[in-house]
């Protein structure tokens, strides 16, 4: 039989190391029976800090601008394991924008100091595998792990979700009323549900607050929800 051109040979390795990384890179045919979301979840939630451009949305584009950080925090049943949390600055070729480095408190120094990408994207989807991404606004964070998932393994990744800004818009929603601008932020919901107050736009204490906020909406009274009705849809 005839052979694959080389370059297509190349691609099939990259993919097969990928996969070995994290079995759910470049398997978008794996549906929910395969990845075992019948089974009892662990959960850990993740949150990824970008070098962003400035739109009217205030999010940036996971194609065009760098993730500057990392940081993570794992929930075990309803607890929040804070021995799992991690804070990884990463190092990005040029500079980090004016805007950013405000926005991040991560200078140019810093940034220099900092890891590979794909170093921390590793060690990050290790901690992720077997478990459920969660993240306040989950198709952002989404983007940025796919698209960084793209440059350092050649394969976006196949990753399941919850979303706790789609919990809480979803159960307004239902209850027949419809959201106050910003009362569906990070913080707004926080402070409904009493929860104290963090700096924001730092990786990991972004983490905690979205992990909190997270326990907070699933343990309120008369909720029993099931992992799949969490699960945000793309």
């Given at each position: ?16 190391r ?17 990845t ?14 970008r ?42 070729e ?56 793209r ?42 549900h ?41």
């Open positions: 039989a005839a052979r694959a051109p080389q370059g297509q040979r190349r691609v099939r390795r990259a993919g097969r990928a996969r070995a990384l994290h079995p759910l890179l470049g398997r978008p045919e794996r549906d929910e029976a395969a075992g979301f019948g089974q009892p979840v662990q959960r850990c939630d993740p949150l990824v800090d070098q962003q451009i400035e739109t009217a949305l205030g999010r940036g584009d996971p194609r065009r601008d760098a993730i500057v950080s990392f940081g993570w925090v794992c929930i075990d049943g309803s607890r929040i394991d804070l021995g799992s949390a991690r804070h990884h600055i990463v190092r990005i040029g500079a980090i924008s004016a805007s950013s480095a405000v926005i991040h408190a991560i200078t140019d120094d810093e940034s220099a100091r900092g890891e590979s990408l794909a170093t921390v994207l590793g060690e990050f989807l290790a901690a992720l595998c077997g478990r459920v991404l969660i993240a306040h606004h989950a198709a952002t964070e989404l983007g940025f792990v796919g698209e960084a998932c440059r350092c393994y050649g394969s976006r990744i196949l990753m399941p979700a919850i979303d706790t800004l789609d919990i809480a818009g979803r159960r307004l929603a239902r209850s027949g009323q419809s959201p106050v601008p910003g009362s569906l932020r990070l913080g707004s919901l926080r402070r409904q009493n929860l104290p107050r963090y700096p924001a736009h730092n990786a990991l204490s972004d983490a905690l607050s979205a992990a909190e906020l997270f326990l907070a909406l699933v343990s309120e009274p008369g909720t029993r929800p099931r992992l799949g009705d969490l699960l945000f849809r793309q």
